[in-house]
């Protein structure tokens, strides 16, 4: 059974930093795409940032410069650091793991529980 576990969320001051990890369990195949999504309340789940095994990281425009996506294949452990947080990064952020695809939403078999991300001004 595939389980993806978040963790590292928090509430920080705005310019402050965090680390999420998402550790995941029951499959090794790491060819496919892994990501991080992030809801807010009201608003539609986004992509913030995405890596596969012969993909490049990528990140959406808000993020760029300010999150850095990252992949331990010998822990099957994803992480995204994040600095330089703003009040607008506040959401509840997502691992999602197996997609063919790496920057489309619907494609991503897994997903985990996520952890919350509250950046105050």
């Known amino acids: 059974q595939v389980q993806l576990v978040e963790s590292g969320g928090g509430s920080v001051q705005a310019g402050g930093s965090l680390r999420l990890s998402c550790a995941a369990s029951?499959?090794?195949?790491?060819?496919?795409?892994m990501g991080w999504f992030r809801q807010a309340p009201g608003k539609e789940r986004e992509g913030v940032a995405a890596i596969g095994s012969v993909v490049l990281p990528m990140y959406a425009d808000s993020v760029k410069g300010r999150f850095t996506i990252s992949l331990d294949n010998a822990n099957n452990t994803l992480y995204l650091q994040m600095n330089s947080l703003r009040p607008e990064d506040t959401a509840m952020y997502y691992c999602?793991?197996?997609?063919?695809?790496?920057?489309?939403?619907?494609?991503?078999?897994?997903w985990g529980h996520g952890t919350q991300v509250t950046v105050s001004s």
């Open positions: 029951g499959y090794t195949d790491t060819k496919y795409c």
């Open positions: 999602a793991a197996v997609s063919p695809v790496c920057w489309t939403r619907e494609t991503y078999k897994y």
